[in-house]
Nanobody
């Protein structure tokens, strides 16, 4: 069973930065594609960012491109989402996600964390 545990959420003002971390228990973490999704109140969950198993390929939604940076540390089995220049519309519950099925992380991850709240005040 794969467990993903997020940390680092909180309340910040617009323009500030936050760093979200996701710790994975998967023995084969280095073969997993990993990503982040978010869900704002009253909205559907949406893709935010993802990284390939080797860290070479990165994917970002248009809404966060240029402001968020995703990287992974396979030795530590962690994925980090650095969020800069936060906006009120970034307010959401952020979920870490992972999958061992290559090419699917942006659409249908197999594993999810419990979520961490990010609130950006304007």
């Amino acid at each position: 069973q794969v467990q993903l545990v997020e940390s680092g959420g909180g309340l910040v003002q617009a323009g500030a930065s936050l760093r979200l971390s996701c710790a994975a228990s998967a023995r084969t973490f280095s073969r997993f594609e990993m990503g982040w999704f978010r869900q704002a109140p009253g909205k559907e969950r949406e893709f935010v960012a993802a990284v390939s198993w080797d860290g070479d390929r990165l994917y970002y939604s248009d809404s966060v491109k240029g402001r968020f940076t995703l990287f992974r540390e396979n030795v530590k089995k962690t994925v980090v989402l650095q969020m800069n220049s936060l906006k009120a519309e970034d307010t959401a519950v952020y979920y870490c996600a992972g999958t061992g099925r290559l090419g699917t992380i942006t659409r249908t991850p197999d594993y999810w964390g419990q979520g961490t709240q990010v609130t950006v005040s304007s």
